[in-house]
Each structure stands twice: as C-alpha cells, then as structure tokens.
C-alpha cells in the first residue's frame, strides 16, 4: 500500500499483489512484445497467444483502471500520466510482466 498525504489529508491506496509466474514450455518459443514502445495513446501485444486479461500496474504498485480490447490486444493509455508501467498479460500459459513507457 502507498499512502499519499497533502496538506494534514492522508490517503492509502488498495494493494494488490504481483505474482511472477513462468511460462510453460511450450510458449517459450513465442515472444510477447509491446509495441509501441514508448507510447503515448495506446500499444498493441504482439503475441500469437490468445490474451486472456491485462493488468497495468503503477511503480508504486498502484493497479490502474484503463481501458483495453483483449480480442484485438489493444491498451489505451490516453489518459494516463507520463511514466514507467508494468503491464501484467495472462495468456494459456501463464502470465508474463513487460515494462511500457508512456510519454
């Protein structure tokens, strides 16, 4: 948890855990990238893989509400600040964390 203080107000935000997980062999062979990479409205995931959930997670750890397209692997990022994220994708296999730029 991350708690944030302005002015005599304190906040904490949610946590949430990240779980490294390795990928079974098989898709090993198969590279998942992001793309562009840096960003600055949306990225695709280049994968054969069948995209089961995406998760973009803050340098604190804060998990963020934004807005993808699992069927064309699209993230949206307009909205979001200038920064380092960590985007969690789930696929058959398993689950695999890449680190996007958005600018």
Same mark, same amino acid.
């Given at each position: 948890?991350? $708690?944030?203080?302005? &002015?005599?107000?304190? !906040? ?5 855990? $990240? ?19 840096? /960003?600055?409205?949306? /990225?695709?995931? &280049?994968?054969?893989? !069948? ?6 997670? !803050? ?29 969690? $994708?789930?696929?058959?296999?398993? /689950? /695999? $964390? ?6």
């Amino acid at each position: 948890a991350v $708690i944030v203080s302005n &002015q005599g107000c304190a !906040d904490t935000s949610e946590c949430i855990t $990240i779980e490294m997980v390795s990928l079974e062999k098989e898709s090993l062979n198969t590279p998942i990238l992001l793309v562009p990479n840096p /960003t600055n409205s949306k /990225t695709i995931v &280049q994968t054969d893989l !069948d995209v089961l959930n995406i998760r973009v997670v !803050d340098l604190s750890g804060r998990l963020l509400d934004i807005d993808y397209n699992l069927s064309e692997k699209i993230i949206y990022f307009e909205n979001v600040p200038k920064g380092n994220y960590f985007i969690e $994708i789930k696929t058959e296999y398993g /689950t /695999t $964390i890449k680190k996007l730029i958005v600018n």
